[in-house]
């Protein structure tokens, strides 16, 4: 059920210290949010028990935001600060935000090896393809053959596929929405928050100041359009071929397995430590009784 | 030719009434705008279902016709700078399906 945006504004924002929010007008972050924040309220959780860490970027800026605990890192490294909350607090559910750039390119190797450990986390990926806050340079997600800053006459490597690098690496869950499908993508964060395992959410979302502008794909409602236009779901992908699906954007739930989380097998260890450390412990007391008597 | 016309004048008192009952069940909304926090990107008045959201001169988002509006909630959802709320305009009707 959707809630009006009055009561997301005055419950889940920092509405009288950081609004209006520095993003573009007809930027996707505020969409990708919204939709964050629609998915939370309708599980349910108390404000204290979310945790929202965000890298650098602009998507990064969404911790500012946000009336959770919310803590800003380093560059491409938001994943390893959820890592380390979520073995201190295991009961906290950790949210991280990351952008393109941010989750594949400086934090490339965080992020596989996040998705090969499975641990209990849900990460957002906001998929703008260009480093839109330091002026539109290529980042590792923009298409081939397309302007940018750094690649005037067209870009000449070819595109990381986020979501299915991530179903690679070992992720339980991996889903895909674009910032158009609001209401589908509220539904995708809702069942990755849910999942327990590493669940990954990749979001395309439009940068038409940096990315859009210098392609000629027009202003933010043409980007959104397009969007709705080049978006196939999962079960309509499986019937079409290779060629057909170039250029289009799959969305929907890519992968979800059951697997051990890694979280979870360390509390477990350290259990069984502990239990190991007690009976050498009392061996030792039984021996060393032994020894004084003797 | 002039009993055509007779037969079509007879059928035509019935259409009147429908849209009337209609217009009484149909359920009311009420669209606000906060233009403090609105930057006006263009996105609610491109994407409404309706047609019925204008912008002015320095694209600022308005409606006239606020009987019109479905409650799609699609301006809401997709509104990046959390600017629009939509309300129901009768929420203790609700109960009732519109009646009194």
């Not at chain 1, 750039?101 to 998929?127: C, K, P």
């Not at chain 2, 491109?46 to 002015?56: G, H, M, N, R, V």
């Amino acid at each position: 059920m959707l809630e009006s945006a009055e009561i997301i504004r005055q419950e889940y924002l920092r509405h009288d210290k950081k609004f209006p929010h520095v993003w573009c007008p007809g930027c996707g972050n505020g969409i990708v949010m919204g939709a964050l924040l629609r998915a939370v309220h309708s599980l349910g959780l108390s404000k204290n028990e979310v945790v929202l860490v965000s890298g650098i970027g602009c998507a990064g800026r969404m911790s500012t935001y946000v009336d959770f605990n919310t803590m800003h890192t380093t560059h491409g490294r938001a994943l390893t600060f959820s890592t380390g909350i979520k073995l201190a607090k295991p009961e906290l559910t950790v949210l991280t935000v990351m952008g393109d750039g941010d989750a594949t390119a400086i934090g490339g190797n965080h992020f596989i090896h996040a998705a090969r450990r499975n641990l209990n986390l849900t990460a957002i990926i906001v998929n703008n393809s260009t480093y839109g806050m330091t002026g539109g340079q290529y980042s590792p997600t923009t298409p081939f053959g397309s302007k940018s800053t750094t690649s005037v006459y067209g870009h000449v490597e070819h595109a990381f596929s986020i979501a299915e690098l991530a179903a690679t690496a070992g992720a339980s869950f991996v889903a895909r929405s674009t910032v158009y499908h609001a209401s589908h993508l509220e539904k995708m964060i809702k069942q990755a928050i849910v999942k327990r395992g590493f669940s990954v959410m990749e979001v395309i979302s439009n940068c038409h100041v940096q990315h859009g502008r210098r392609n000629k794909l027009g202003g933010a409602v043409e980007m959104i359009t397009g969007f709705k236009e080049r978006s196939v779901t999962v079960d309509k992908a499986t019937k079409m071929s290779p060629e057909e699906l170039e250029g289009k954007i799959t969305i929907g739930v890519l992968a979800d397995i059951e697997k051990p989380i890694s979280t979870e097998e360390y509390q477990r260890v350290i259990a069984e430590a502990k239990q190991h450390a007690e009976k050498i412990a009392k061996e030792k007391e039984k021996n060393g009784v032994k020894r004084y008597e003797e | 030719m002039v009993k055509n016309t007779t037969t079509k004048q007879k059928k035509v008192p019935k259409p009147p009434t429908a849209p009337k009952t209609k217009a009484k069940e149909a359920k009311l909304y009420t669209v606000t705008f906060f233009h403090n926090w609105c930057k006006s990107c263009g996105i609610c008045s491109a994407f409404c279902l309706k047609e019925i959201i204008k912008t002015d001169a320095a694209g600022l988002p308005y409606i006239d016709d606020m009987d019109s509006c479905v409650g799609c909630r699609f301006c809401e959802i997709h509104c990046p700078d959390f600017a629009i709320a939509i309300k129901d305009r009768h929420p203790e009707r609700r109960s009732s399906n519109g009646k009194q």
